[in-house]
């Protein structure tokens, strides 16, 4: 018999629950069947069957394109949380008054379409865009630079950009979190700025960097708009195949079976990237 606690526990978390299993679940569950189905164009065949994941894991073209996407995404995470720390760190330890107003600026780039965004980075990066029309008028160069737009780098750019916000944030409210009186402690016992910041700050503020690293690997290695409009055939990633196969191909079960094995990875890499900084970080030395 359930008690009344339990029954009000239960009417607390029952529309939690069903939204996360009708909104999250459902559609999880959806992929994972279709994966192991076989469609030719618009016939689609229920039986059960692996053809699916040897194609993806089988053909050179998908796994060159997941393994860009995977190098474009560790640089786009390192470029961000690396360039991230630092205004995270100033703006936690060196801003005194108006904190407020400086997070407010982080989050204006928010304020604007993300597709907006990168149509920016598109006039920008452009053969006669502002840079290349800006690097002529100085008399740097005669011709416009071709290597700006349509390739890995446009797309790394553009990313790190769109992402920013997202690890500037984390790492800073884990630095906020830092006692002082440890780095007090520690200049008194006669350590200097490095190693107070090397055994003290970093250790203390792994669990931002890792939340800002998941935060901007997951979602970049899935991104397709971006790639799409400023990568070319040198930039394009592994989603941009799984749309053309749930769009122009027609054929959803390997799509489902690319988009699946995208994800097992990005897991495994994701859970090695936590468990690091679960084993090296919030600790001081």
Same mark, same amino acid.
């Given at each position: 018999?359930?008690?009344?606690?339990?029954?009000?526990?239960?009417? !607390?978390? @029952?529309?939690?629950? #069903?939204?996360?299993? !009708?909104?999250?679940?459902?559609?999880?569950?959806?992929?994972? /069947?279709?994966?192991?189905?076989?469609?030719?164009?618009?016939? !689609?065949?229920?039986?059960?069957?692996?053809?699916?994941?040897?194609?993806?894991?089988?053909? $050179?073209?998908?796994? /060159?394109?997941?393994?860009?996407?995977?190098?474009?995404?560790?640089?786009?995470?390192?470029?961000?949380?690396?360039?991230?720390?630092? %205004?995270?760190?100033?703006?936690?330890?060196?801003?005194?008054?108006?904190?407020?107003?400086?997070?407010?600026?982080?989050?204006? $780039?928010?304020?604007?379409?993300?597709?907006?965004?990168? =149509?920016?980075?598109?006039?920008?990066?452009?053969?006669?865009?502002?840079?290349? /029309?800006?690097?002529?008028?100085?008399?740097? %160069?005669?011709?416009?630079?071709?290597? #700006?737009?349509?390739?890995?780098?446009?797309?790394?750019?553009?990313?790190?950009?769109?992402?920013?916000? =997202?690890?500037? !944030?984390?790492?800073?409210?884990?630095?906020?979190?830092? &006692?002082?009186?440890?780095?007090?402690?520690?200049?008194?016992?006669? &350590?200097?700025?490095?190693?107070? =910041?090397?055994?003290? /700050?970093?250790?203390?503020?792994?669990?931002?960097?890792?939340?800002?690293? #998941?935060?901007?690997?997951?979602?970049?290695?899935?991104?397709?708009?971006? $790639?799409?409009?400023?990568?070319?055939?040198?930039?394009?990633?592994?989603?941009?195949?799984?749309?053309?196969?749930?769009?122009?191909?027609?054929?959803? $079960?390997?799509?489902?079976?690319?988009?699946?094995?995208?994800? #097992?990875?990005?897991? @495994?890499? @994701?859970?090695? %990237?936590?468990?690091?900084?679960?084993?090296?970080?919030?600790?001081?030395?």
């Amino acid at each position: 018999m359930l008690t009344g606690e339990r029954r009000q526990g239960l009417a !607390l978390i @029952s529309p939690t629950l #069903l939204y996360s299993l !009708l909104m999250l679940a459902a559609p999880l569950i959806m992929v994972l /069947t279709f994966s192991f189905w076989t469609q030719n164009y618009l016939e !689609l065949d229920t039986t059960l069957t692996l053809d699916n994941y040897r194609e993806a894991w089988s053909k $050179p073209i998908y796994s /060159t394109l997941i393994f860009r996407s995977l190098k474009i995404s560790l640089i786009v995470t390192l470029v961000t949380v690396v360039l991230a720390f630092p %205004i995270a760190y100033y703006l936690s330890f060196h801003v005194k008054q108006r904190k407020a107003l400086w997070l407010f600026l982080i989050t204006v $780039p928010f304020w604007t379409s993300y597709l907006l965004r990168v =149509f920016l980075w598109k006039v920008i990066l452009g053969y006669n865009g502002v840079l290349n /029309t800006a690097l002529k008028g100085l008399g740097i %160069i005669e011709e416009p630079l071709t290597f #700006l737009l349509y390739n890995a780098n446009a797309v790394v750019l553009t990313l790190a950009h769109a992402w920013a916000p =997202f690890a500037i !944030l984390p790492i800073f409210v884990a630095l906020e979190k830092i &006692d002082r009186s440890l780095l007090e402690a520690a200049e008194d016992l006669g &350590d200097g700025p490095v190693r107070r =910041f090397f055994r003290i /700050t970093l250790p203390l503020a792994m669990p931002g960097v890792v939340a800002s690293t #998941l935060i901007v690997l997951i979602p970049t290695v899935g991104d397709f708009i971006t $790639p799409k409009l400023v990568g070319g055939t040198d930039g394009l990633m592994i989603a941009n195949m799984i749309q053309i196969q749930f769009g122009k191909a027609n054929n959803a $079960p390997l799509g489902a079976a690319l988009a699946l094995s995208s994800m #097992l990875i990005v897991a @495994s890499i @994701s859970a090695v %990237i936590f468990l690091l900084g679960k084993r090296f970080g919030g600790k001081v030395q």
